[in-house]
Every structure is written in structure tokens, then in C-alpha cells.
């Protein structure tokens, strides 16, 4: 059994980052712990870019842009949509969602950081209150998904190993 591992160093990555200005109280704790997580990680400031959007609706044609454009390795789609009284938080939150099938489409991979909660406070938690940052989170696997990418193309690549599992094994 051959597993892929990838690292955590996104030295040389180059990140698009998709954030919504609509509940930018929160959204911007979510690009903060992101930018903050990407930089620990060895990705340079020159090699990120910030797309801002007005909500999670607009989320996924810019996402698309990102991808198709060959400019990224990998995309961090942040958003906050917070359950109201309407049916409006199931449409947005929704579309929002369809980011997933861009990253299917076309090989780019695009880390889910959008919080779609019950309540405001269950947002602020998830933007670095007790339930940690989500867009941090979101960074994390956005180098770890691109990095493993990077060693299915090319075994041995240096973000990411091929190892012989040997359980199971006689």
C-alpha cells in the first residue's frame, strides 16, 4: 500500500484567498487567522492574493476566476452567513457551498472557510473566539490539499512523500 503525506510548508505556494465583505466583523478575523496561518507556514505575502466580494452569493464566479487563471495553487473561500428569519441564509449559504464543485472541475483545490451558523455568536467563536479560526483552519488545508496534489503528479516532490505501508503485509 502506497500513502501520500503532505507537509505543511507552503514555501513557493501561491494562494488566492476569496473573502465576503458581508458580515466583515467576522470575515475579517477569518482573513486575518488565514493570512496569519499561511505566513507561519512559509508562504510568502508575494505569493497571496486577496479577492474581496460583497457576500457569499458572489463566493463562487470569483473563486472560478481564481482557478481558471492558473495564477494559484490552491483558493480560501471565506464567508460568514448567519441564519435569519427568511429562506434567504439557505440560498446564499448554498451557492456559497457550490465553491466545492470548482475545486472538482477543475483541479484547483478550494478550502471551505465559510462559517454558516445559527447565530452571531456562533460565528464570532468560530472567528478566533473559544471555537478557533476557521479561516486559519481553511489555510491549513489549502497547503496540505496542495501539496498532496503536488506528490500524486510527482512522487517524491518536496512538499509532500510517497512511503510503503507495509500493514498488512506477509
Known amino acids: 500500500m502506497r500513502i501520500v503525506e503532505a507537509t505543511l510548508n507552503g514555501a513557493g505556494l ?4 476569496v473573502v465576503t465583505r458581508f458580515n466583515d466583523t467576522v470575515t475579517r478575523r477569518l482573513l486575518d487567522g488565514a493570512l496569519d496561518s499561511l505566513r507561519r507556514h512559509n508562504v510568502r ?5 486577496v479577492a474581496w466580494v460583497p457576500g457569499g452569493w458572489e463566493l463562487p464566479v470569483v473563486v ?9 495553487d490552491a483558493i480560501i473561500a471565506l464567508a ?15 451557492n456559497a457551498a457550490t465553491v466545492g464543485r470548482v475545486a472538482a472541475d477543475s483541479g484547483v483545490p ?10 452571531w455568536e456562533q460565528a ?8 478557533g479560526n476557521a479561516g486559519a483552519d481553511a489555510a491549513l488545508a489549502a497547503i496540505e490539499t496542495a501539496r498532496v496534489l503536488e506528490a500524486l503528479e510527482k512522487p517524491g516532490a518536496s512538499g509532500a512523500s510517497w512511503r510503503a505501508d507495509d500493514a498488512g503485509s506477509a
Not at 460568514?80 to 448554498?94: C, E, L, N, S, W
Not at 478550494?110 to 447565530?119: D, I, N, Q, W
Request: glycine letters at 16%; hydrophobic letters at 35%; zero cysteines.
Open 14 to 17: 501561491r494562494i488566492g484567498v
Open 45 to 49: 505575502d508575494d505569493d497571496i492574493t
Open 80 to 94: 460568514a452567513v448567519v441564519r435569519g428569519q427568511t429562506a434567504h441564509f439557505d440560498y446564499v449559504a448554498g
Open 124 to 131: 464570532v467563536d468560530r472567528a478566533g473566539g473559544k471555537r
Open 64 to 72: 472560478r476566476r481564481l482557478a481558471d487563471g492558473g495564477q494559484v
Open 110 to 119: 478550494v478550502s471551505f472557510g465559510v462559517l454558516t451558523t445559527e447565530t
